[in-house]
């Protein structure tokens, strides 16, 4: 968290917000306030909503109740957030650079502004060398790149990440991490990161939220946030990383 970060209007808030279907509620009493260059983790067991979760945040699902300000884009060739997935989606008919520049088509840029701002995101995840690939010709950790850089076109105030990394083979995965850590020096957008594998959470975050059932019959809610303060580039072997993770995990366990 840098200080610029802290002392910038939130780009996202939401206060006592229960979220739900028809007359189910699944998650209540969820307060968040988010600056840029903030991370976020989300975990908390299968089922739990932290996919509902960020769908409220993106404001894709209305509250049941609370209240809720979510991200407005700052100008017209930007857009206010946008998503990567499990898998990448790419569209097969079109080249990587094609697919880069899918998001940038509604927002007010010229063709040349659009291949710009395709390429700049390419390089930042390394792959600006296989912008005139197909995506099938590239490797499962190369697509999910593609689809980051996708992401990070549109030059979005929140970044929501739905377990990215989890189709991904270990190294692979490993590698994406570090790559994140890096990339989240160079943009300014907030990140929301939903993950089961609580290493991860505790790797990448500033802080880490934990959603869980306190009562069976009862909607699950935030039962701790976590606050993670050391430094980004050294944390794995870092003496407290470990001790942290296993906390975590028994907060989890609880629920
Ligand atoms: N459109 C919907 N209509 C009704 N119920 C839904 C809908 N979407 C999700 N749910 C329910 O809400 C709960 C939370 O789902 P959600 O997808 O947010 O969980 P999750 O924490 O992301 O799980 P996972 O870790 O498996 O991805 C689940 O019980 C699910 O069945
Ligand atoms: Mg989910």
């Known amino acids: 968290m840098t200080a610029c970060g802290m002392n910038s209007a939130p780009v996202l808030s939401v206060r006592n917000v229960s979220l739900g279907f028809t007359d189910t ?48 884009a700052n100008t017209s060739d930007t857009r206010a957030w946008s998503m990567v997935f499990q898998a990448p989606r790419l569209f097969p008919w079109r080249k990587v650079r094609g697919n880069v520049e899918l998001g940038l088509e509604g927002l007010s840029l010229s063709k040349a502004e659009r291949r710009r701002r395709a390429l700049e995101p390419l390089a930042l995840v390394g792959l600006d060398e296989l912008a005139e690939r197909w995506p099938h010709t590239l490797s499962g950790g190369q697509q999910q790149r593609v689809g980051i850089a996708r992401s990070l076109a549109v030059r979005p105030r929140v970044l929501f990440m739905d377990e990215p990394f989890s189709a991904l083979d270990a190294i ?84």
């Not at 939220?209 to 303060?229: C, I, S, Y």
Request: charged share 25%; net charge negative.
């Open 25 to 72: 509620t699944i998650l209540a009493g969820v307060d968040l306030t988010l600056h840029p260059q903030e991370f976020v983790a989300i975990v908390g067991a299968s089922g739990v909503g932290k996919s509902t979760l960020l769908r409220a945040l993106a404001g894709l699902l209305s509250p049941q109740s609370g209240q809720v300000e979510i991200p407005t």
């Open 172 to 255: 692979t995965r490993r590698r994406l991490q570090q790559e994140l850590i890096a990339l989240r020096r160079r943009t300014e957008a907030a990140i929301v990161f939903v993950t089961h594998d609580i290493e991860e959470a505790v790797l990448l975050a500033d802080r880490v939220m934990v959603l869980g059932n306190q009562e069976t019959g009862q909607p699950a809610r935030v039962v701790e946030t976590l606050g993670v303060d050391l430094p980004l580039d050294e944390r794995r072997d870092h003496p407290d990383f470990a001790p942290l993770v296993q906390r975590v995990e028994a907060i989890i366990g609880n629920y």
